[in-house]
């Protein structure tokens, strides 16, 4: 099965509270940049084995069917 998403991409260099959201990602356990966030590996996997994550990605618009 292939999947095709469409990331939310924010370029922090162009964002003036640039430095906020590092900090932010920072108490999320993101020490660098880039990084992606959709959630930790365990909740990904737990939401593709109870047929979840598919219907989150096609609601935030990220996942076309």
Same mark, same amino acid.
């Given at each position: =099965? /292939?999947?095709?998403? &469409?990331? /939310? $991409?924010?370029? !922090?260099?162009?964002? #003036?509270?640039?430095?906020?959201?590092?900090? *932010? !990602? #920072? +108490?999320? +356990?993101?020490? /660098? !940049?880039? /990084? $992606?966030?959709? @959630?930790?590996? &365990?909740? $990904? =996997?737990?939401?593709?084995?109870? #047929? +979840?994550?598919?219907?989150?990605? $096609?609601? *935030? @618009? *990220? !996942?076309?069917?």
């Amino acid at each position: =099965m /292939t999947w095709v998403v &469409n990331p /939310t $991409i924010y370029e !922090l260099d162009d964002i #003036s509270r640039s430095h906020e959201i590092e900090r *932010a !990602l #920072s +108490g999320f +356990g993101c020490s /660098t !940049l880039p /990084t $992606i966030f959709i @959630g930790g590996a &365990n909740e $990904i =996997m737990s939401l593709q084995l109870k #047929s +979840g994550l598919k219907p989150m990605l $096609i609601k *935030a @618009g *990220a !996942l076309w069917v």
